[in-house]
């Protein structure tokens, strides 16, 4: 079982990038899955999450109309289009799967990817 992530870098504030998240081992359809992201001292904290058929969209305010997740289950990816990108997005992003539908609490999260940096600086 493995969530891969990638598409992580440095960009400029205002910039745009995007997050991959790849499955393999387990049937993502039946999977929700969160966003994640920490940045250095502080805590994780949830940023987005999509159910499992992509109907259902959870976003946390602070970015709310500059991230855009969307998922294929047939292609087993998952994608984080992060627009209008501030430099307090600076973090570590995870993504993670759970069966029940996006739960705020990470620890409910049954599967983790391994992160991917991003960093937004002029």
């Known amino acids: 079982v493995q969530l891969q992530a990638s598409g992580g870098g440095l960009v400029h504030p205002g910039g745009s990038l995007r997050l991959s998240c790849a499955a393999s081992?387990?049937?993502?359809?039946?999977?929700?899955i969160g966003w994640f992201r920490q940045a250095p001292g502080k805590e994780r904290e949830g940023v987005s999450c999509?159910?499992?058929?992509?109907?259902?969209?959870y976003y946390a305010d602070s970015v709310k109309g500059r991230f855009t997740f969307s998922r294929d289950n047939a292609k087993k990816m998952v994608y984080l289009q992060m627009n209008s990108l501030k430099s307090e997005d600076t973090a570590v992003y995870y993504c993670a799967a759970v069966t029940t539908l996006c739960p705020s609490n990470p620890s409910e999260y049954t599967y983790w990817g391994q992160g991917t940096q991003v960093t937004v600086s002029s």
């Open positions: 999509i159910s499992s058929t992509g109907i259902r969209k």
């Open positions: 081992g387990f049937t993502l359809d039946y999977y929700a």
